[in-house]
């Protein structure tokens, strides 16, 4: 059965799904430069990574802050 989740539930999940992405991004990008010196092959996959939690945190803006984010 699944769970029903009332509005403001369903906010805070995205919230905390947008702080997790942005803590992700954050780390990838380290990750990325620590690597492109010693590393190439595993700073390409780290940047790849990076690009992709990018994407997911445009995503979260354009869904919490709908219209402010669409100059960027």
Not at 8 to 26: F, K, N, P
Not at 34 to 61: F, H
């Amino acid at each position: 059965m699944s769970e029903v989740v009332d509005s403001d539930e369903l906010l805070r999940r995205m919230h905390r799904a947008r702080s997790c992405a942005a803590e992700q991004e954050r780390t990838w990008r380290a990750r990325t430069e620590e690597l492109r010196a010693t590393d190439p092959d595993a700073s390409r996959d780290a940047s790849v990574r990076t690009v992709a939690y990018e994407a997911v945190l445009r995503v979260l803006d354009e869904i919490l802050t709908p219209g402010r984010h669409s100059e960027a």
